[in-house]
């Protein structure tokens, strides 16, 4: 069984800055991509920002110059800087892991969510 849990949401002012953190525990072979997903009321969930186990980042045109997806390894943990924020990145955001087991079984699995919320 493999968990993702998810901290670092909030309220913050338009301009303001909040981290997401999302930890991976449980059996965890090797985690391959790491990504944060949002979704907004009446929306459907889109792709913010991921990271691949190596090579470069991917970030959606609309986070481009304000977030910035990392990873540590060694604490099998994705983090979200989320800079400059806009009311429109009002959402709750979703960690997304695809991670091989100790059995060689390759899956998704998601956090339970964190709620951002930017006042204008």
């Known amino acids: 069984q493999v968990q993702l849990v998810e901290s670092g949401g909030g309220l913050v002012q338009a301009g303001g800055s909040l981290r997401l953190s999302c930890a991976a525990s449980?059996?965890?072979?090797?985690?391959?991509?790491m990504g944060w997903y949002r979704q907004a009321p009446g929306k459907q969930r889109e792709l913010v920002a991921s990271?691949?186990?190596?090579?470069?980042?991917n970030y959606a045109d609309s986070v481009k110059d304000r977030f910035s997806i990392s990873r540590d390894n060694a604490k099998n943990t994705v983090y979200l800087q989320m800079n400059s924020l806009k009311p429109e990145d009002t959402a709750v955001y979703y960690c997304?892991?695809?991670?091989?087991?100790?059995?060689?079984?390759?899956?998704?699995?998601w956090g339970q969510g964190t709620q951002v919320t930017v006042s204008s």
């Open positions: 990271i691949p186990a190596g090579g470069s980042t």
């Open positions: 997304n892991a695809n991670i091989r087991d100790p059995w060689f079984r390759i899956n998704d699995y």
């Open positions: 449980g059996n965890i072979f090797r985690i391959n991509a």
